[in-house]
C-alpha cells in the first residue's frame, strides 16, 4: 500500500545510545525535539534521557511496551493518520530489535502510513565489530529461551551453522549460557562475550568456551551482555 502524500505525518524509529550519551546522533536529536508524540518503553527512562541530551520534554511520552504494545500499535498509528508525527524509541539501542516495536511498524504498513529510521548504535553489530570473529555474515538469535534444554535445542540445532551467531543474555543467566555453550558445542569452540559496551566499564572477552567462560566467571556480572559464537572451523 502506498504512504498518502497528502498527509505528511510519519512514524520514525529512532535508535538512542547503549551506554555512551554521545552516540546519540544530530538526526536522533532533532527528531526527538520535533515529534508531536514519543513512544517510548519506560517513559521515566526517556525522560532522563531528554533532560540529559538538554532537549526539554515539549512531546508527549507514552509507554509503548510488550504488556500493551497491541492496543499501542493501532492507538498510534491512528494518531499519525489523524496527522501526528511519532518517534519510537526503546530504552536503548534500536526499536523492534529485542524490544517492542514491530507490531507497530506492521500496522503503520498495512495502512500504508511512512515509516523512517534515525538509525545509530547497535549493541550486536558492535560487539560483532569487536569480537574478531568472521562477520561476513551473521545470525542474529536475541535472547534464547531461559530454560537450559531450549537453548541447548537451539546450540544443537546451530551445530554445524556457517556463520557467526549473536545472541544477548542477561547477567542471570550468562553462566549459565556459558555451560550450555560448552556442553553442546565444546569448550574449544571459539566465542566473544561483551559486556557494558560503550560504558566506562566495557569489556569483551574472545577465546575459547572455556577460556571466556572462565573470565567471564571472574569478573563482574552487571549490566547485558552479547555472545558471539563463531562457525566451528573458525580456527582450524
Same mark, same amino acid.
Given at each position: 500500500?502506498?504512504?498518502?502524500?497528502?498527509?505528511?505525518? @510519519?512514524?520514525? $524509529?529512532? !535508535?538512542?545510545?547503549?551506554?555512551? &550519551?554521545?552516540?546519540?546522533?544530530?538526526?536522533? #536529536?532533532?527528531?526527538?525535539?520535533?515529534?508531536?508524540?514519543?513512544?517510548?518503553?519506560?517513559?521515566?527512562?526517556?525522560?532522563? @534521557?531528554?533532560?540529559? #541530551?538538554?532537549?526539554?520534554?515539549?512531546?508527549? @511520552?507514552? +509507554?509503548?511496551?510488550?504488556?500493551?504494545?497491541?492496543?499501542?500499535?493501532?492507538?498510534?498509528?491512528?494518531?499519525?493518520?489523524?496527522?501526528?508525527?511519532?518517534?519510537?524509541? +526503546?530504552?536503548?539501542?534500536?526499536?523492534?530489535?529485542?524490544?517492542?516495536?514491530?507490531? &507497530?511498524?506492521?500496522?503503520?504498513?498495512?495502512?500504508? #502510513?511512512?515509516?523512517? +529510521?534515525?538509525?545509530?548504535? +547497535? =549493541? !550486536?553489530?558492535?560487539?560483532? =565489530?569487536?569480537?574478531?570473529?568472521? *562477520?561476513?555474515?551473521?545470525?542474529? =538469535?536475541?535472547? $534464547?529461551?531461559?530454560? *537450559?534444554?531450549?537453548?541447548?535445542?537451539?546450540?544443537?540445532?546451530? #551445530?554445524?551453522?556457517?556463520?557467526?551467531?549473536? $545472541?544477548?543474555?542477561?547477567?542471570?543467566?550468562?553462566?549459565?549460557?556459558?555451560?550450555?555453550?560448552?556442553?553442546?558445542?565444546?569448550?574449544?569452540?571459539?566465542?566473544?562475550?561483551?559486556?557494558?559496551?560503550?560504558?566506562?566499564?566495557?569489556?569483551?572477552?574472545?577465546?575459547?568456551?572455556?577460556?571466556?567462560?572462565? &573470565?567471564?566467571?571472574?569478573?563482574?556480572?552487571?549490566?547485558?551482555?552479547?555472545?558471539?559464537?563463531?562457525?566451528?572451523?573458525?580456527?582450524?
Amino acid at each position: 500500500m502506498s504512504h498518502d502524500e497528502s498527509n505528511p505525518s @510519519l512514524l520514525t $524509529l529512532v !535508535a538512542t545510545p547503549i551506554g555512551n &550519551l554521545g552516540d546519540i546522533t544530530a538526526r536522533a #536529536i532533532e527528531t526527538l525535539k520535533s515529534v508531536d508524540v514519543i513512544a517510548c518503553e519506560d517513559t521515566r527512562v526517556t525522560g532522563n @534521557l531528554l533532560d540529559k #541530551i538538554g532537549i526539554g520534554r515539549n512531546a508527549i @511520552l507514552l +509507554s509503548y511496551r510488550e504488556e500493551n504494545e497491541k492496543q499501542m500499535a493501532l492507538s498510534l498509528a491512528n494518531r499519525i493518520e489523524s496527522g501526528e508525527n511519532i518517534a519510537l524509541i +526503546s530504552d536503548a539501542g534500536m526499536p523492534t530489535i529485542s524490544d517492542p516495536g514491530f507490531r &507497530l511498524v506492521r500496522e503503520c504498513r498495512n495502512r500504508g #502510513i511512512k515509516v523512517t +529510521s534515525a538509525p545509530g548504535v +547497535s =549493541a !550486536a553489530t558492535t560487539a560483532l =565489530a569487536l569480537s574478531g570473529l568472521p *562477520s561476513n555474515g551473521f545470525l542474529y =538469535a536475541g535472547f $534464547l529461551p531461559p530454560k *537450559s534444554a531450549a537453548r541447548k535445542q537451539f546450540l544443537n540445532s546451530k #551445530i554445524d551453522f556457517e556463520y557467526t551467531i549473536v $545472541l544477548f543474555e542477561s547477567c542471570h543467566r550468562i553462566g549459565q549460557l556459558l555451560n550450555d555453550i560448552i556442553e553442546v558445542l565444546g569448550k574449544e569452540r571459539y566465542i566473544s562475550v561483551s559486556r557494558e559496551l560503550t560504558k566506562l566499564h566495557e569489556t569483551i572477552h574472545s577465546g575459547t568456551a572455556e577460556q571466556v567462560s572462565d &573470565l567471564v566467571a571472574k569478573g563482574s556480572q552487571k549490566g547485558e551482555f552479547v555472545v558471539c559464537i563463531a562457525k566451528d572451523s573458525f580456527m582450524l
